[in-house]
């Protein structure tokens, strides 16, 4: 597995909004993200900082990647 880049909350609501994630709301630093997959609706929530920590990138891109059947991989060669 590749190492973790840093990026922005705007890196990351970018590569999911190009996978079809639409923006339903934002409460303080939480931006929510909203998507109907074939497995159901899926909703992730991205909080709105600077730089994302490993582990919360690494969680948003674990889910992303179940709910879309997209391996974690390829969603981090997206970011980069």
């Known amino acids: ?7 922005s ?11 079809g994630y639409e923006i339903v ?3 303080g630093s939480h931006i929510r993200l909203r998507k ?8 992730i929530t991205v909080p709105a900082h600077r730089v994302l920590a490993k582990g919360t990138l690494s969680d948003i891109l674990n ?3 179940l709910w879309n059947n997209i391996p974690k ?3 981090l060669n997206r970011l980069r």
Request: hydrophobic share 35%.
């Open 1 to 7: 597995m590749p190492k973790l880049p840093q990026v």
């Open 9 to 19: 909350s705007s890196d990351v609501i970018g590569l999911l909004q190009s996978l």
């Open 25 to 27: 709301r934002q409460r």
């Open 36 to 43: 109907a997959t074939p497995l159901g609706e899926h909703t």
């Open 63 to 65: 889910r992303i990647g």
């Open 73 to 75: 991989e390829d969603l």
